[in-house]
C-alpha cells in the first residue's frame, strides 16, 4: 500500500524488483497504467524457470498482455524446467492457462 501511494503523488517506486507482482494487483484495480507497464518490465526481466508459471498466472489475471507473451515464450523455451517448478501447479490448475501453453508448445514443433 505504502509504494503504491508513493507512486501516485511521485511517479516513482522504490524496490519494484520485489513489489512488482503485488502492485500489479493494484496497478490493474485502480488503472494506473504507467505503474502497470513499469511492474510488468520488472516482471519480465526478472523472469526465472522458478518465477515463469506465477508470472504468467500474474498475468493473465490482470490482463498484463505483454507480459504474458514474454512468459510463454519464455515458459515455451524452458518448459521441462518449468513444468518441474512447485509454481507449475498454478497453470495445471488453470485449464485455459494450461491449454494455451499447450497451443505455444504445439507451434514451437
Given at each position: 500500500m505504502e509504494e503504491k501511494l508513493r507512486y501516485i503523488y511521485?511517479?516513482?517506486?522504490?524496490?519494484l524488483d520485489e513489489l512488482a507482482d503485488d502492485l500489479l494487483e493494484a496497478a490493474d484495480k485502480y488503472d494506473l497504467g504507467d505503474l502497470k507497464v513499469m511492474c510488468e518490465n520488472a516482471l519480465s526481466?526478472?523472469?526465472s524457470v522458478d518465477s515463469a508459471a506465477k508470472t504468467l498466472a500474474l498475468a493473465d489475471l490482470h490482463h498484463a498482455k505483454e507480459l504474458?507473451?514474454?512468459t510463454?515464450?519464455?515458459i515455451v523455451?524452458?518448459?521441462?524446467d518449468v513444468m518441474s517448478t512447485?509454481?507449475?501447479k498454478i497453470v495445471v490448475a488453470s485449464n485455459e492457462l494450461l491449454n494455451e501453453?499447450?497451443?505455444a508448445l504445439s507451434r514451437k514443433c
Open positions: 511521485t511517479g516513482n517506486v522504490e524496490n526481466n526478472n523472469l504474458k507473451s514474454i510463454m515464450n519464455y523455451t524452458n518448459a521441462s512447485e509454481g507449475w501453453v499447450c497451443r
